[in-house]
C-alpha cells in the first residue's frame, strides 16, 4: 500500500516525502481534534456534576 502511494505521489523525492509527512500530520490532527474527543464522549461519558448534587434549602 505504501509504494503504491509513494508511485503516485507526483515530483522527485523531497517533495514526495512533504507531501506524505503533510498527510500523516493532517490525519493526526483530524484525530487529535475529531476522533478522540468523539470516541470519548460516545463510548467513555463523564458523569454530570451538576445532576448529583441535591438541592440547597
Known sequence: MY????????GPWP?????????VAAVAAALILHGYPWVM?????TP???LERAPSE
Open 48 to 50: 454530570d456534576p451538576m
Open 41 to 45: 464522549q460516545t463510548f467513555f461519558p
Open 3 to 10: 509504494a503504491a502511494l509513494w508511485r503516485a505521489l507526483p
Open 15 to 23: 517533495l514526495r516525502l512533504l507531501i506524505v509527512l503533510l498527510l
